[in-house]
């Protein structure tokens, strides 16, 4: 099984901010099958990245994410007041697919 | 507009059954993949199952083997989770999802997801 670790934990930020989110995988991710979701309190996660960097439909451009092998990186250019959630990672290469832990980004 | 609404969810105790359901709509049910994905109070994300098209093909995370099934009437728009033999750390919220169009040959990511039902186990 691929465990993937997220980090920071936690983020603190600004609106206006770039926000750099970091998933990191135990073994490589095959095809750069990796995934990015946006969870807010008491809503169900959106998926906002596929494919390691391709945008969902609907999801801003500000918004982008990159990587391959066992380093990915979600960014997000300048922070929006709605984008102070937690983001979580998944890689769908190996079964079982895998969550990361989660990175909590919030306002400074 | 894709909708996902999960409903079942409720306080049941420890060796308890539950019967959990969602209703698909504004896409085509029977073209789709579909999965459950649970989150634990407080937790992170956890995949728990998912379903072929065509119901010809299930497969589970190893701690819900043998207690849960997943099932699906293509003709309902309608997918199921029965949860047998519950334990306490089964207590989560369950989501149900549509699995992406891009995937690997063994898995995928989750384009849409419901708004989730509370599935408590306790005493």
């Known amino acids: 099984e691929i465990v993937l670790t997220q980090s920071p934990g936690t983020l603190s930020l600004s609106p206006g901010e770039r926000a750099t989110l970091s998933c990191r995988a135990s073994?490589?991710?095959?095809?750069?099958?990796l995934a990015w979701y946006q969870q807010k309190p008491g809503q169900a996660p959106r998926l906002l990245i596929y494919?390691?960097?391709s945008r969902a439909t609907g999801i801003p451009d500000r918004f982008s994410g990159s990587g391959s092998g066992t380093d990915f990186t979600l960014t997000i250019s300048r922070l929006e007041p709605e984008d102070f959630a937690v983001y979580y990672c998944?890689?769908?290469?190996?079964?079982?697919?895998?969550f990361g832990p989660g990175t909590k980004v919030d306002i400074k | 507009e894709v909708q996902l609404v999960e409903s079942g969810g409720g306080l049941v105790q420890p060796g308890g059954s539950l019967r959990l359901s969602c209703a698909a709509s504004?896409?085509?049910?029977?073209?789709?993949?579909m999965s459950w994905v649970r989150q634990a109070p407080g937790k992170g994300l956890e995949w728990v199952a998912n379903?072929?098209?065509?119901?010809?093909?299930?497969y589970y995370v190893d701690s819900v083997k043998g207690r849960f099934t997943i099932s699906r009437d293509n003709a309902k728009n309608s997918l199921y989770l029965q949860m047998n033999s519950l334990r306490a750390e089964d207590t989560a919220v369950y989501y149900c999802?549509?699995?992406?169009?891009?995937?690997?040959?063994?898995?995928?990511?989750?384009?849409?997801w419901g708004q989730g039902t509370l599935v408590t186990v306790s005493s």
């Open positions: 998944q890689q769908y290469g190996s079964s079982p697919r895998t």
């Open positions: 494919g390691a960097s």
């Open positions: 379903i072929k098209q065509d119901g010809s093909e299930k």
């Open positions: 999802a549509r699995e992406g169009k891009y995937c690997s040959s063994t898995s995928c990511y989750l384009d849409y």
């Open positions: 073994q490589s991710v095959s095809s750069s099958y």
């Open positions: 504004g896409f085509t049910f029977s073209s789709y993949w």
